[in-house]
């Protein structure tokens, strides 16, 4: 998709632009916030069981633990 320079369209065609992006905006399906916000949280909610970030990761799979037995050398 090429590059346009806003400066440098006339004012008829940043008009024409504008109106173009409405005609798509107008065509988009809305939804109140409150009710997104409730999608949102019973997404969350639903998947809180297997988010490694809520549950934590078992020590037996967790590739970062700390291993046992090191040797320092001073």
Same mark, same amino acid.
């Given at each position: 998709? =090429?590059?346009? %320079?806003? +400066?440098?369209?006339? +004012? @008829?065609?940043?008009? @024409?632009?504008?109106?173009?992006?409405?005609? @798509?905006?107008?065509?988009? +399906?809305?939804?109140?916030?409150?009710? #997104? #916000?409730?999608?949102?949280?019973?997404?969350?909610? +639903?998947?809180?069981?297997?988010? =490694?970030?809520?549950?934590?990761? =078992?020590?037996?799979? %967790? =590739?970062?633990?700390?291993? @046992?037995?090191? #040797?320092?050398?001073?």
């Amino acid at each position: 998709m =090429p590059v346009i %320079n806003i +400066e440098d369209l006339t +004012e @008829k065609d940043k008009l @024409k632009m504008e109106v173009d992006q409405l005609k @798509k905006e107008v065509t988009l +399906e809305r939804m109140m916030v409150s009710k #997104c #916000c409730e999608e949102v949280r019973d997404y969350i909610e +639903e998947r809180s069981g297997e988010d =490694p970030l809520v549950k934590g990761v =078992p020590e037996d799979k %967790n =590739p970062f633990k700390e291993l @046992k037995g090191g #040797c320092v050398i001073s």
